[in-house]
């Protein structure tokens, strides 16, 4: 059940009782022909006068304290969009943060692979520079010292020349190889961006989204409080004349009461005094009788002596 509909039931249900007890008043008040009976209307109005202000002034307290549990929601609302913008930003910059620590460590690795790679091309050159030259001593040598095995420092320097180019065929292929470990890097680097700017784009969505819908729920709640506030004062405004009519029926009565209160104390007291009247003329025949009964019993006791028994509580004879 709905705040209107509990108050639009209170304000019927108090309708009903204004028009039923004012349907009921005047036949409660008395004919002026019989002032004997007392009339007790002014407290009954009295006592519903006071318990419609209460429970009126209960209503507004309930109605006041739901529209501060709806203000209340409403802060609770923004705090709550608040609080998700700010960790969802928070989740965003931890996802920035934590692709760029990876971006950077990739970059860090690639420049250490590619420092250690050149580093080990320079010691191969370097070392098959130095067999080269040693080579070269070896056949000049050789040449000077003998030049009857000049044949096999030709098939020397023949296999020093294959495995030199073993040696360069090797070389171009870790560097092809490397190339291509440093081109799949690459593409995951991208991927990766890629991934990172379809969260952010999602994660942006996302806010819009809710920020839409808090909009939406303010105002559907502002809507919401300023008709109940509408409805509250036109509520207000019926029942402030129905507490002024019965006002002025309450006065009506209370006048009316004093009348006939006035009439029936006046009543009262003449019927007190008829009262005192007959006590006293009764009071006065107990006398006599209890004089006569004395003189009667003084009478018996002369004629007929008799014993008084304590148990009977008679004389006996």
Same mark, same amino acid.
């Given at each position: 059940?709905?705040?209107?509909? %509990?108050?639009?039931?209170?304000?019927?249900?108090?309708?009903?009782?204004?028009?039923?007890?004012?349907?009921?008043?005047p036949?409660?008040?008395?004919?002026?022909?019989?002032p004997?009976?007392?009339?007790?209307?002014?407290?009954?109005?009295?006592?519903?006068?006071?318990?419609?202000?209460?429970?009126?002034q209960?209503?507004?307290?309930?109605?006041?304290?739901?529209? @501060?549990?709806? %203000?209340?929601?409403?802060?609770?609302?923004?705090?709550?969009?608040k609080?998700?913008?700010?960790?969802?930003?928070? &989740?965003?910059?931890?996802?920035?943060?934590?692709?760029?620590?990876?971006?950077?460590?990739?970059?860090?690795?690639?420049?250490?692979?590619?420092?250690? *790679?050149? !580093?080990?091309?320079?010691?191969?050159?370097?070392?098959?520079?130095?067999?080269?030259?040693?080579g070269?001593?070896? =056949?000049?040598?050789?040449?000077?010292?003998?030049?009857?095995?000049?044949?096999?420092?030709?098939?020397?320097?023949?296999?020093?020349?294959?495995?030199l180019?073993?040696?360069?065929?090797? @070389?171009?292929?870790?560097?092809q190889? *490397? %190339?291509?470990?440093?081109?799949?890097?690459? &593409?995951?680097?991208?991927?990766?961006?890629?991934?990172?700017?379809r969260?952010?784009?999602?994660?942006?969505?996302?806010?819009k989204?809710?920020?839409?819908?808090?909009?939406?729920?303010?105002?559907?709640?502002? &809507?919401r409080?300023?008709? @109940?506030? %509408?409805?509250?004062?036109d509520?207000?405004?019926? *029942?402030?004349?129905a507490?002024?009519?019965?006002e002025?029926?309450?006065?009506?009565?209370?006048?009316?009461?004093?009348?006939?209160?006035?009439?029936w104390?006046?009543?009262?007291?003449?019927?007190?005094?008829?009262?005192?009247?007959?006590?006293?003329?009764?009071?006065? !025949?107990?006398?006599a009788?209890?004089?006569? @009964?004395?003189?009667?019993?003084?009478?018996?006791q002369?004629?007929?002596?008799? =014993? *008084?028994?304590p !148990?009977?509580?008679?004389?006996?004879?």
């Open positions: 059940m709905s705040l209107s509909d %509990r108050f639009k039931s209170f304000v019927n249900k108090k309708g009903q009782e204004s028009s039923s007890k004012k349907g009921e008043v036949a409660s008040v008395p004919p002026p022909a019989a004997e009976e007392p009339s007790h209307t002014l407290e009954e109005v009295g006592q519903l006068l006071s318990q419609e202000r209460q429970e009126g209960a209503h507004h307290d309930v109605l006041e304290k739901e529209i @501060l549990n709806l %203000r209340t929601n409403l802060e609770k609302m923004d705090v709550t969009s609080s998700s913008r700010e960790m969802q930003n928070q &989740t965003l910059q931890f996802l920035q943060q934590d692709a760029e620590r990876e971006i950077k460590f990739f970059e860090r690795k690639l420049r250490e692979d590619m420092a250690h *790679w050149d !580093k080990a091309l320079k010691d191969r050159e370097k070392a098959i520079d130095q067999a080269v030259k040693k070269e001593a070896g =056949q000049q040598e050789k040449k000077m010292a003998f030049e009857e095995k000049a044949t096999e420092t030709e098939e020397a320097a023949l296999r020093a020349e294959a495995l180019k073993e040696q360069e065929a090797k @070389l171009v292929e870790e560097r190889r *490397w %190339r291509d470990l440093l081109q799949t890097k690459e &593409t995951e680097l991208i991927h990766l961006k890629q991934e990172l700017a969260r952010e784009a999602d994660l942006e969505k996302e806010l989204q809710q920020e839409g819908q808090r909009k939406a729920s303010q105002e559907l709640w502002q &809507t409080l300023k008709e @109940l506030e %509408r409805q509250w004062t509520k207000r405004k019926t *029942w402030e004349e507490m002024k009519t019965k002025e029926e309450r006065q009506r009565l209370h006048t009316s009461f004093q009348e006939k209160q006035a009439s104390q006046l009543e009262q007291e003449r019927k007190v005094q008829d009262m005192t009247r007959r006590q006293e003329r009764a009071h006065e !025949k107990l006398t009788l209890k004089a006569h @009964l004395v003189k009667e019993i003084q009478n018996w002369q004629f007929f002596p008799a =014993q *008084w028994d !148990k009977l509580g008679i004389h006996v004879t």
